[in-house]
């Protein structure tokens, strides 16, 4: 059986089941809905699994699923070497996100990742420490801030309400997800202008790492061609 | 799965190197594998999380598996206040590997450590001398290079000390360290959002909320600093030529000398620097190395070397372009004087990785 991940609640698993349906594929819920089993109509040798869509990444690197839905953010995120152990078979266009680098509004000499630097070397010498940016995203930020050459710096874990950290003076600036920016915007905050990590959707993955007997080969043939990929 | 034979091979190596630095004159040291993490964060930044294990005790706080063992060794040193000294140590290190399986995530490091010697490149000479006997019969290729000289130029250059400071801040990050001289350099146009910010009478009069440490009165201190800045001359491509010059250097080191004689006619700040190299070429030739031949590249050091700030080497199998450096090592008073507050002391040393000199010893 092709063993397929979807995420388990949310508008995340609502909007993963319309677009299934919308080519043809019917995934529905057995049992109640504290039962994390499902079937799949439409669509030969295909064994639907709800999981929460957090632990996605990590099935589809282990190979405990051949292919799982998830955001490309937390892909990026968990899987090192992503691109050699996943194959994108499809971007779902929905679940669109932006993973930002944002600070405070009143920083209005700081619109760049160029003022960022400028900004944490002189924020080191005044403050004594590192200029703390809170993400629950670490190896993201950290690999875009190596890259560009970021320096005096540290990052901060916030699994929540990160735009509120500034606020609480638990860190000076934040790389987290937002769509509309709107949230942003109401903590008095802005993103930088070249301070795009990665723009996330929700993305549907095959695993190197799975098992693939001619079972389930067949089986993710037949499903390209109903996903028409 | 270790391989039993290539581990007493190695092991055999560690003995024979421990053996002939402390032949050398070398003290030999001990350092916990298990280090405070805040020193390293402190010193290498953020960037080391990528590199080093972190893990943490109840009690002691974030700990990170040995990544090398300069910082502890010079942390001894100077906590004990011991005036010069040479010192050897061996055992493993470890490195996160998080793009590249093949990779080894521990592996082990002989080192030779010279403090507070009173001739530098006396010292200099030692220590590259004491690494390439230990490694004779491999015919390894060496490369040498000198951070000071840069950072020599870049104080030299006839522009303001910010921006000065701002170019020394990133000699390690070259890409950064571009992007910076093409700014000064007026290569790069004023982005339109700076130009705004400068034109504004009151640039902070619409700001949003003041929230964070970082104040109201920092903004504007980098704003007075950003106007000061948009009237100072841009660095002359004259000064620009000169460092791009000796960046691409790369010849043997007579060679070397004589292109850096030519370039500190025009660039004066260097001839200190420069007269260093020249006094270590002398000691090279003293301690009979061929210097002749001995390759200097005015750009080594500056990816990989990260606390170095003066004579920087590296030695590497011409033949094996897929192995890391067999042996690297380099000056580092930077290092000590971020270590011990208000009080720096004159370092200089370097690693061997025996399991490297045990391989092309079975290749041999």
């Known amino acids: 059986m092709l063993r397929l991940g979807i995420p388990s609640k949310g508008r995340l698993m609502e909007k993963t089941v319309d677009w299934f349906a919308a080519r043809g594929i019917r995934l529905l819920r057995t049992g109640t809905d504290r039962d994390y089993t499902a079937t799949a109509e439409g669509a030969k040798g295909l064994d639907p699994v709800l999981l929460p869509a957090a632990e996605i990444p990590r099935d589809l690197a282990t190979g405990r699923i051949h292919l799982g839905v998830t955001g490309s953010d937390l892909v990026r995120e968990k899987v090192p070497l992503w691109d050699r152990r996943l194959r994108v078979m499809a971007g779902l266009g929905f679940g669109a996100a932006d993973l930002v680098i944002a600070v405070p509004q009143a920083w209005v000499d700081c619109e760049t990742l160029d003022d960022l630097d400028a900004v944490a070397a002189a924020f080191r010498r005044r403050h004594g420490f590192r200029l703390r940016i809170a993400t629950k995203y670490h190896r993201l930020t950290r690999d875009f801030l190596q890259t560009h050459g970021i320096a005096d710096y540290q990052l901060v874990d916030s699994q929540g309400a990160t735009e509120g950290t500034i606020r609480a003076e638990t860190a000076e600036a934040i790389a987290d997800i937002t769509s509309t920016g709107e949230t942003l915007r109401a903590n008095g905050l802005k993103p930088l202008a070249d301070g795009l990590i990665h723009a996330s959707q929700a993305t549907l993955y095959r695993a190197s790492a799975a098992p693939w007997g001619e079972a389930e080969k067949t089986a993710l043939r037949h499903l390209e061609s109903r996903l028409g990929l | ?364």
């Open chain 2, 1 to 364: 799965m270790i391989d039993n034979t290539a581990r007493a091979a190695a092991r055999d190596e560690t003995r024979r190197l421990t053996a002939h630095f402390t032949a050398a004159g070398a003290t030999p040291v001990e350092t916990a594998i298990l280090q405070p993490a805040d020193t390293l964060l402190d010193l290498y930044g953020e960037d080391i999380r990528a590199r080093a294990y972190v893990t943490a005790d109840p009690l002691r706080g974030e700990l990170m598996l040995r990544p090398d063992f300069t910082v502890p060794v010079a942390q001894m040193h100077m906590a004990t206040g011991a005036g010069e000294a040479r010192y050897t140590y061996a055992g493993e290190v470890f490195r996160r590997q998080e793009t590249d399986e093949a990779r080894p995530n521990e592996f082990l490091q002989v080192g030779f450590e010279i403090f507070d010697a009173p001739a530098p490149a006396a010292a200099d000479a030692e220590v590259f001398a004491t690494i390439a006997a230990a490694l004779a019969g491999l015919g390894l290729r060496a490369a040498t290079g000198d951070i000071g000289i840069l950072v020599a130029a870049v104080q030299g250059l006839r522009t303001t000390d910010l921006r000065k400071a701002a170019l020394i801040r990133h000699i390690w990050r070259p890409r950064r360290f571009r992007a910076l001289l093409d700014r000064f350099g007026g290569r790069l146009p004023v982005p339109p959002h700076r130009r705004a910010l400068l034109a504004a009478a009151d640039p902070q009069a619409l700001a949003g909320p003041d929230i964070g440490l970082r104040s109201r009165a920092e903004v504007a201190e980098r704003i007075a600093n950003l106007r000061a800045d948009a009237t100072a001359p841009p660095v002359s491509a004259e000064e620009i030529a000169l460092i791009d010059a000796l960046l691409s250097l790369r010849e043997t080191l007579p060679h070397v000398l004589s292109e850096l004689h030519d370039i500190a006619v025009d660039l004066a700040a260097i001839r200190p620097a420069v007269r260093r190299l020249a006094d270590r070429a002398e000691a090279l030739a003293t301690r009979g190395i061929d210097t002749d031949r001995l390759e200097f590249e005015g750009s080594f050091g500056r990816t990989t070397l990260e606390y170095y700030d003066g004579f920087v080497f590296g030695f590497h199998a011409a033949d094996r372009p897929d192995l890391p450096p067999v042996a690297s090592g380099g000056r580092y008073d930077a290092l000590t004087r971020a270590l011990g507050p208000g009080r720096a002391v004159p370092a200089v040393g370097g690693i061997i990785r025996p399991e490297l000199v045990a391989l092309l010893h079975g290749a041999a």
